[in-house]
């Protein structure tokens, strides 16, 4: 039998039974989707936690616990591990940086780097170029934002306070310095976190650089980066408040940065047999990804239960068919079908079951995981006036393909599995009683 | 073209445990020539239905041997049995047995899509065969649409679709009334005399055994010959 005829013989049968293998259909239906949806879950919360990690850290970046402090030899021996990019140091000041601007000021954080590798790690810049010469600053993307007059403080607190009334929060992002900063002069004094507010002398700065907008909607970036050779001048400055002697202000830290994400793991393990205690998110994402495994096989195992009883429906609509079609049967079977045929044409009915539930389940599970992406944030915000819900970073259900795959394999593996005794059975039946009933 | 020799079958009757044996077949030998028309008669019960269930492998016999066409096939097994009987038998039942759901031309189609036939060859070769039968005129019909006469024609159609050199018929006319019975011998008389073809019929209606060559008799579990 040419396998054109025998899809037709199986739609045709499935035509006269339309409304049973519609029903059969939709139990197969209701049980893939809901072993789609509910492992959905477990690849969008993974999917969320996994962004989260990675926008909130460089990849690349390996850090060194501790504040046990690198020797130049040190760094120069890591430096020459393969893949490793830099070692970058940072230097912290337990100060404050107060800043000035015509009749605007800020207060903001400062670090210190080696310039070129700052630059080799950060990339890009939103706007300007990194410093070349002494007394040439980075500032971060909202530095201009924060530098404020007394107009625009008063015009902050109003605004703030209608938008508490109305239950929101107001940003401040209409206020600041609205030229470009880049080329401006700034005077610029510390504030050292350990004492009272006193300000050491102003210092002379020039912005060249303005940093990349940070990854989250509510991160307020106004750090200052200047070049480690500033950190003389620093201390100096710091001195003359006489309390504390500068360099106490002063703190580094060592991050190894490797040239690819997939670098990451060699490095890391040579490092800690060398005797370095560091760390990397992307042990964080290894960990995280074998819970989520794990996650995802248990959600996978509960859905496939659906799939099971729906298995029964198709079950009983097989049985059914092969039971009501005895007669026929036994006719193909006298005018000479094979045994082997007749398992075939039963076995593609139960498939075909087990096809088209699938396909509509997966049609299905897609319009459920976007409408949930969709609404549940806005649901969570009702509920909790939580405004961080309403952004859109969060995944509550992401169906990759393969998902998609596995929950095929397993609702149409389950359809014909349920179908096969059907099909034995009629391939059992005897001829000459089948030809003996009446029509 | 059929030879068979000590055929022989036992039923189990009754209850597990309590059965009964009762041999209907206990040693059948006869043959058939090509183009003949064979007839086989005997009383109800006789074993005449289970002589052709096996001839025709829809069940094993427990022993001796069936030679069609040279072939021994007693021993085949279902898939085997299902291939020979595509290839060289036809069937032509007492109730019809086509089926439902496909119209006349569907049902005389049938056995060639088994065969795995082309879609134009199949139509051609049907239309051709139910112009020779006379059912043109209802090939579109299914049928509980057919009269008993056409139903036993499609059924007889069929049965040739596939060219098969035998044929085998129970009670073919046993459903029908005397004039149409006329009709359905007539023509299994014209397809045994143009094309060559073999009959083997069973019926208790002497009228039907009027238009064999040879008759048989069952009789007690074996088949005697009778004088035509
Ligand atoms: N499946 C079966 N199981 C047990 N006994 C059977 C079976 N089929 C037939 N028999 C018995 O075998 C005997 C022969 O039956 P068979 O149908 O061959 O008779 P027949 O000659 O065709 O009769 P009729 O002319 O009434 O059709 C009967 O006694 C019947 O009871
Ligand atoms: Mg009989």
């Known amino acids: 039998m040419l396998f054109k005829d025998q899809l037709d013989f199986v739609t045709q049968h499935i035509k006269k039974n339309k409304l049973r293998v519609f029903m059969t259909i939709l139990a197969a239906t209701m049980g893939c989707a809901f072993l789609i949806v509910l492992a959905s879950i477990g690849f969008g919360l993974q999917e969320s936690l996994r962004n989260e990690i990675l926008s909130n850290?460089?990849?690349?970046?390996?850090?060194?616990?501790?504040?046990?402090q690198f020797t130049d030899d040190q760094v120069q021996e890591i430096k020459k591990i393969e893949h490793v990019e830099t070692v970058l140091e940072t230097i912290s000041v337990n100060a404050s940086a107060h800043s000035f601007i015509d009749d605007r000021d800020t207060t903001s954080t400062i670090v210190l780097t080696d310039m070129t590798d700052f630059e080799q790690v950060n990339g890009k810049l939103s706007e300007g170029t990194y410093p070349s010469k002494p007394n040439e600053i980075v500032v971060g993307y909202h530095f201009a934002q924060t530098l404020l007059n007394e107009a625009d403080r008063n015009a902050i607190a109003e605004k703030s306070k209608k938008a508490e009334a109305e239950g929101t929060y107001y940003?401040?992002?209409?206020?600041?310095?609205?030229?470009?900063?880049?080329?401006?002069?700034i005077n610029l004094s510390l504030v050292p976190n350990t004492s009272t507010n006193e300000e050491t002398e102003k210092m002379s700065y020039t912005i060249v650089g303005v940093m990349e907008k940070p990854s989250y909607d509510w991160m307020v970036d106004n750090t200052i980066h200047m070049d480690t050779a500033q950190k003389p001048a620093l201390v100096e400055n710091l001195s003359t408040l006489g309390e504390a002697t500068g360099e106490e202000l002063f703190y580094s830290e060592f991050n190894i940065f490797a040239d690819t994400m997939e670098n990451v793991k060699p490095i890391l393990e040579k490092l800690k047999d060398g005797g370095y205690s560091v760390y990397s998110v992307t042990e964080q994402l290894d960990q995280m990804n074998v819970f989520f495994l794990v996650l995802k096989i248990g959600l996978i195992f509960v859905g496939t239960i659906a799939v099971l009883i729906a298995s029964i429906g198709i079950f009983n609509t097989m049985t059914m068919a092969v039971t009501e079609r005895t007669r026929e049967i036994g006719?193909?079977?006298?005018?000479?079908?094979?045994?082997?045929?007749?398992?075939r044409l039963f076995l593609m009915e139960s498939t075909f079951i087990g096809f088209f539930g699938t396909l509509i389940a997966v049609i299905i599970s897609y319009a459920i995981s976007f409408a949930a992406n969709a609404a549940l944030p806005l649901i969570l915000k009702a509920a909790t006036g939580e405004e961080a819900f309403a952004t859109n970073d969060i995944t509550f259900?992401?169906?990759?393909?393969?998902?998609?795959?596995?929950?095929?394999?397993?609702?149409?593996?389950?359809?014909?599995?349920?179908?096969?005794?059907?099909?034995?059975?009629?391939?059992?039946?005897d001829v000459i009683q089948a030809l003996r009933q009446e029509l | 073209m059929i030879q068979v020799e000590n055929l022989q079958h036992t039923f189990l009757i009754g209850k597990r445990g309590k059965e009964k044996q009762v041999p209907v077949l206990k040693g059948v030998n006869f043959k058939v020539n090509k183009g003949e028309i064979v007839a086989i008669v005997g009383k109800s019960g006789s074993g005449k239905s289970t002589l052709l269930q096996v001839l025709a492998g829809f069940m094993k016999a427990e022993q001796g041997s069936i030679k069609v066409n040279g072939k021994e096939t007693a021993q085949l097994n279902e898939a085997e049995s299902a291939a020979f009987r595509l290839r060289q038998f036809g069937f032509i039942f007492q109730n019809f047995q086509l089926m439902p759901g496909l119209t006349a031309f569907e049902n005389i189609e049938l056995p060639l899509k088994l065969q795995g036939l082309r879609k134009a060859m199949r139509k051609e070769k049907v239309k051709k065969l139910m112009d020779k039968v006379g059912l043109t005129e209802v090939a579109d019909h299914y049928p509980n649409e057919l009269s008993g006469g056409q139903q036993q024609r499609v059924s007889i159609a069929r049965a040739l679709i596939t060219n098969p050199p035998i044929l085998l018929a129970d009670e073919p006319t046993g459903s029908l009334d005397s004039e149409t019975e006329q009709d359905i011998l007539m023509l299994i008389q014209s397809l045994n005399r143009e094309l060559g073809l073999t009959f083997v019929i069973i019926t208790h209606d002497e009228e039907v055994a009027t238009i064999a060559h040879r008759r048989f008799r069952m009789y007690d579990g074996e088949l005697v010959k009778e004088e035509a």
């Open chain 1, 57 to 68: 850290e460089t990849v690349t970046k390996i850090q060194v616990y501790g504040d046990k």
């Open chain 1, 331 to 343: 006719v193909l079977k006298a005018i000479g079908a094979s045994p082997k045929l007749i398992q």
């Open chain 1, 397 to 429: 259900s992401l169906i990759p393909w393969q998902l998609v795959v596995i929950a095929a394999a397993i609702s149409v593996g389950v359809a014909m599995i349920s179908g096969y005794r059907p099909a034995r059975k009629a391939t059992k039946i």
């Open chain 1, 171 to 185: 940003d401040g992002s209409e206020e600041g310095y609205k030229e470009s900063l880049v080329g401006q002069t």
